[in-house]
Structures are given as C-alpha cells and as structure tokens.
C-alpha cells in the first residue's frame, strides 16, 4: 500500500483558490491511480477527482468541474488539487485517495485535510 500525507487545507473566502499537495511514500507511485474525495459535516464521503498514473487521464465531479484541476508529478511521488472559485458548498475535509491501477474502489488514504470556505 500507499502511505500519503497532504497539506494545504485552510480557511479562504468565496471566490478564493486554495491547493492541496498530497506527497506519497514508495516507489510504486506511478503504478497508483490517485485521487482526491472530501466529506461535509453529516455527508458521506463524495468523490471529487481522480487521475490516471501518466497524468492523462482525469475526471471529475460534476460539482467541481471547470474550477478544480488534479495534477501529479511522479517524479516527486505528489499529487495535487488546484481549487479555484471556491465556494461555501465546497467546506468538507479534503482526503487523498489512491487505488492500484486496473482495480476498483480506493483502498488507501490520507489523514485528511480541512477546507473551509466563508461566505
């Protein structure tokens, strides 16, 4: 498995951008497909982006698209969520995500990150 830790949570406005890193241990990083899914208070988790291991490949929530953007550098065993126009709806925590390519479902994950958007 995949250990990760992320950062770059925090509290922005409405209308704020915000990035989160997520950096991986092992060598097996460029075999993972990475992703980010986030939970609101009394709300399951939702998924919010993935992004295949050559960083070609990336979908998205519909709730996000067009002002998130994932992108991963292998060479430095990272992952990030670029988070631009963000909005209240957006306040969840924030969790890094990876599953081995060719299965399904995510079965490792980061400790979590809070984002907190104000109106």
């Known amino acids: 498995q995949v250990q990760m830790v992320e950062s770059g949570g925090g509290l922005v406005q409405a209308g704020g951008s915000l990035r989160l890193s997520c950096a991986a241990s092992g060598r097996t990083f460029g075999s993972y497909v990475m992703g980010w899914v986030r939970q609101a208070p009394g709300k399951e988790r939702e998924f919010v982006a993935s992004?295949?291991?050559?960083?070609?490949?990336?979908s998205y929530a519909d709730s996000v698209k067009g002002r998130f953007t994932i992108s991963r550098d292998n060479a430095k065993n990272t992952v990030y969520l670029q988070m631009n126009s963000l909005k209240p709806e957006d306040t969840a925590v924030y969790y890094c995500a990876a599953r081995p390519i060719g299965t399904t479902g995510f079965g490792s994950w980061g400790q979590g990150n809070q984002v907190s958007v104000s109106s």
């Open positions: 992004i295949g291991w050559s960083g070609g490949s990336t």
